[in-house]
């Protein structure tokens, strides 16, 4: 089932994996922070929690 993803912005540091690997569902917004640009499909599923693991400061939640 397609995941609801959140990102904790006072923990993330803008490092770039989570768009990198989602790069149609984050984006690094203007205060260089993650954003969620697009909701996921049940076909992200994989790639969201790879963007979940591969987070440095666990800032991404995703259920
Ligand atoms: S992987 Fe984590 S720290 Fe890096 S940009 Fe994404 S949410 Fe921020």
């Known amino acids: 089932?397609?995941?609801?993803v959140r990102i904790d912005e006072e923990a993330c540091i803008g490092c770039g994996a989570c768009t990198g690997?989602?790069?149609?569902?984050?984006a690094i917004n203007d205060a260089g922070?993650?954003?969620v640009v697009a909701e996921p499909t049940d076909a992200d599923d994989?790639?969201?929690d790879e963007a979940v693991a591969s987070c440095p400061v666990s800032a991404i939640?995703?259920?």
């Open 21 to 26: 690997i989602c790069p149609d569902i984050f």
């Open 46 to 48: 994989a790639s969201v």
């Open 61 to 63: 939640s995703a259920e």
């Open 33 to 35: 922070k993650a954003a």
């Open 1 to 4: 089932m397609a995941k609801k």
